[in-house]
């Protein structure tokens, strides 16, 4: 690999966040391309790449002209200096890796889902506590504008009272997503459901508030039945505000320019998240009988450009001493609701108790 920095680290703005990409699979790569290529306002730059796999840390290292590294161990023994750690790996390695990084006294952002376990969670939660470091939750959804100016509308009265919330996410998974086999375990609590579950039921959690219970489904139909592989999962959530909500994920459909992956129903207007991944068109939208064509109330958006925004409130957290938008305690509560889910799908679809789940 290559270890030569083409920046040496006294010529680096004291200011300046230093941060180490651990991890350079395909989320990895997605930030280093989009984001720490073109960091925002020179606040923080990247200074190594670490992943085992010697071609995707070259690459990340080729890119941003920093050393590559096998692991962490490496970059500190190599006398690297850095602040903070963005942290891309394999879920069932967040645990470890974060309470280690927290540990040394350094930042760390890690992917979601927090971990694959309520018990590593708790964990983590319980290392970010009192630490004097940052540890962020990179989930996308709150950091999008759209998901921002709905919450913002519920809370103004926009859409009356609230009596119900739907969440989709319906496409087909395949190409670099499911090059390292994790997304594509069978069963109904595989993978992608850990994955997008977490996903929405953050979306869930930051429009209705906190979720008490859930009850699970999933599809039966013959062509799901043949290889154990489930297509489809319904789930319905009860909120502490006695508010119900729906969450459908389904990975065997055709996916959509963009589209509607929550929708807020209220007494006074409807309100629709529109997301796309393949082009600018992401946005809120608010319905009501004046206006039964809808009204924009967010710019247009990509899902990607989240990226972006994630990092970037991580790091304004760190130099301004303050919470990050998506704590460790968040996504152990998103992490708790997908658990109990699967525990519903186990129980044939009774409603399970979060705080069940969280207790054990």
């Given at each position: 690999m290559?270890t030569?920095?083409?920046?040496?680290?006294?010529?680096?703005?004291?200011?300046?966040?230093?941060i180490?990409?651990?991890?350079?699979?395909?989320i990895?790569w997605?930030?280093?391309?989009r984001?720490?290529?073109?960091?925002?306002?020179?606040?923080?730059?990247?200074?190594?790449?670490?992943?085992p796999?010697?071609d995707?840390?070259?690459?990340?290292?080729a890119?941003?002209?920093i050393?590559a590294?096998?692991?962490?161990?490496?970059?500190?023994?190599?006398?690297?200096?850095?602040?903070?750690?963005?942290?891309?790996?394999?879920?069932?390695?967040h645990?470890?890796a974060?309470?280690?990084?927290?540990?040394?006294?350094?930042?760390?952002?890690v992917?979601?889902p927090?971990?694959?376990?309520?018990?590593?969670?708790?964990?983590?939660v319980?290392?970010?506590e009192g630490g004097?470091?940052?540890?962020?939750?990179?989930?996308?959804?709150?950091?999008?504008?759209?998901v921002k100016?709905?919450?913002?509308a519920i809370?103004?009265?926009?859409?009356?009272?609230?009596?119900?919330?739907?969440?989709?996410?319906?496409?087909?998974?395949g190409?670099?997503?499911?090059?390292?086999?994790?997304?594509?375990?069978?069963?109904?609590?595989?993978?992608?459901m850990?994955?997008?579950?977490?996903?929405?039921?953050?979306?869930?959690?930051?429009?209705?508030?906190?979720?008490?219970?859930?009850?699970a489904?999933h599809?039966?139909?013959?062509?799901?039945?043949?290889?154990?592989?489930?297509?489809?999962?319904?789930?319905?959530?009860?909120?502490?505000?006695?508010?119900?909500g729906?969450?459908v994920?389904?990975w065997?459909?055709a996916?959509?320019?963009?589209?509607a992956?929550?929708t807020?129903f209220?007494?006074?207007?409807r309100?629709?998240?529109?997301?796309?991944y393949?082009?600018?068109?992401?946005h809120?939208?608010?319905?009501d009988?004046?206006?039964p064509?809808?009204?924009a109330?967010?710019?247009?958006?990509?899902?990607?450009?989240?990226?972006r925004?994630?990092?970037d409130?991580w790091?304004?957290?760190?130099?301004?001493?303050?919470?990050p938008?998506?704590t460790?305690a968040?996504?152990?509560?998103?992490?708790?609701?997908v658990?109990?889910?699967?525990?519903?799908?186990?129980?044939?679809?009774?409603?399970?108790?979060?705080?069940?789940?969280?207790?054990?």
């Amino acid at each position: 690999m290559n270890t030569e920095s083409t920046v040496p680290s006294d010529e680096v703005d004291p200011a300046t966040v230093r941060i180490v990409l651990v991890g350079c699979g395909a989320i990895g790569w997605e930030v280093a391309t989009r984001v720490y290529a073109h960091p925002t306002g020179g606040r923080y730059r990247l200074v190594a790449a670490v992943d085992p796999h010697a071609d995707r840390a070259d690459a990340v290292g080729a890119l941003l002209g920093i050393p590559a590294f096998a692991s962490l161990a490496e970059v500190l023994a190599a006398g690297v200096e850095f602040d903070a750690v963005d942290q891309r790996l394999p879920h069932h390695l967040h645990a470890d890796a974060a309470v280690e990084v927290l540990t040394a006294g350094r930042h760390v952002l890690v992917e979601k889902p927090l971990a694959t376990s309520i018990a590593d969670a708790a964990r983590m939660v319980a290392a970010d506590e009192g630490g004097g470091v940052v540890a962020a939750v990179a989930e996308n959804y709150p950091h999008l504008a759209a998901v921002k100016a709905a919450r913002h509308a519920i809370a103004a009265g926009q859409a009356g009272t609230i009596r119900a919330l739907r969440t989709t996410r319906a496409y087909t998974l395949g190409g670099v997503w499911v090059r390292d086999g994790w997304r594509a375990g069978t069963g109904p609590s595989s993978g992608i459901m850990l994955d997008q579950g977490t996903h929405h039921t953050s979306l869930l959690r930051r429009l209705g508030g906190e979720i008490t219970a859930v009850a699970a489904q999933h599809s039966t139909a013959p062509e799901d039945a043949g290889d154990g592989e489930v297509e489809t999962v319904l789930l319905t959530v009860r909120f502490a505000s006695g508010i119900v909500g729906h969450s459908v994920y389904s990975w065997g459909a055709a996916a959509l320019v963009d589209e509607a992956e929550a929708t807020v129903f209220g007494s006074k207007a409807r309100i629709d998240v529109r997301v796309s991944y393949e082009a600018d068109l992401g946005h809120a939208h608010r319905f009501d009988a004046k206006t039964p064509q809808g009204t924009a109330i967010s710019p247009p958006e990509n899902y990607y450009d989240s990226h972006r925004l994630m990092v970037d409130d991580w790091v304004a957290a760190i130099t301004e001493q303050r919470r990050p938008l998506v704590t460790f305690a968040d996504a152990a509560a998103d992490l708790a609701v997908v658990f109990a889910a699967a525990t519903s799908l186990e129980q044939g679809g009774d409603f399970v108790e979060v705080a069940r789940i969280v207790k054990g």
